[in-house]
């Protein structure tokens, strides 16, 4: 029986379902998806529909992530802020035409039920970006910092290479788990397509969302899977997602 993390999706059901075969799934397997299901390729509540079936199969935990609590507001209330609409939201919006009222009650509800984290037997978390809490993130407050927080990550990126496992110097959040798998920052702003591990935190994000691959970890053996750049996979969708994203990462790389 396999662990795997899976990282954000973004609308991404080609690449999802090409990460899957190459994964070899089994209904024994375990899987943990680190959120960030929707918003981006034209496909969103089509992963949706496909992770809830998928969770008949097989033992899956689909952590929230900042996009899905978007994606749930207005589902829930209509609300569609010109922020989420300008990072995937109209996409999104755009993909459940044709879905009735009803299909899309069944959708809230799945947004409605996600963990916010996943902490597992072996005290490894699950986030989808971050926490501050020095107790833990049970104790974080206000809870979204969950799904928006990158100080974790920045923080262990920044510090990995310099210290070691219980050194004066090892941060205190990251003493509090075995490991930690998070998304939310795509390692394609760090010039890679591939998970990056910093100390004790594993990234899956490896940039789907544009210019990257979906990404998987096998969390027992650290063995990596990956789809085709996802953007090969929706080539007529290129350009309204590629121009914004090579803006957004020019802009990142100048606050190095």
Not at 89 to 96: L, R
């Amino acid at each position: 029986m396999r662990t795997i993390a899976i990282g954000d999706i973004h609308g991404g059901l080609k690449a999802l379902k090409q990460l899957l075969d190459k994964i070899g799934l089994t209904s024994k397997d375990r899987l943990i998806f680190l959120g960030d299901y929707v918003d981006g390729w034209s496909e969103s509540a089509q992963v949706i529909e496909f992770l809830i079936e998928l969770s008949e199969k097989n033992y899956c935990v689909f952590i929230k992530g900042n996009h899905d609590a978007w994606c749930e507001d207005w589902l829930r209330a209509g609300l569609s802020p010109g922020v989420w609409l300008a990072h995937g939201g109209q996409e999104t919006i755009e993909s459940y035409q044709g879905f009735t009222n009803e299909e899309k009650k069944v959708h809230l509800k799945f947004f409605e039920s996600m963990p916010m984290c996943h902490v597992d037997d072996e005290n490894k978390l699950f986030i989808h970006a971050g926490f501050t809490s020095e107790d833990g993130v049970f104790n974080e407050f206000p809870r979204e910092n969950l799904f928006r927080d990158r100080t974790l990550w920045d923080m262990a990126f920044t510090m990995d290479k310099r210290v070691e496992e219980h050194a004066h110097l090892y941060p205190n959040r990251l003493k509090l788990y075995k490991e930690i798998y998070i998304g939310h920052t795509p390692t394609v702003r760090y010039d890679s397509d591939l998970p990056i591990k910093a100390i004790n935190v594993w990234n899956v994000d490896t940039g789907a969302a544009f210019s990257g691959k979906l990404s998987a970890i096998d969390i027992d053996t650290k063995e990596i899977f990956q789809s085709d750049e996802v953007m090969t996979l929706y080539p007529d969708e290129i350009g309204r997602n590629q121009v914004s994203y090579k803006n957004r990462i020019i802009n990142f790389k100048r606050r190095l």
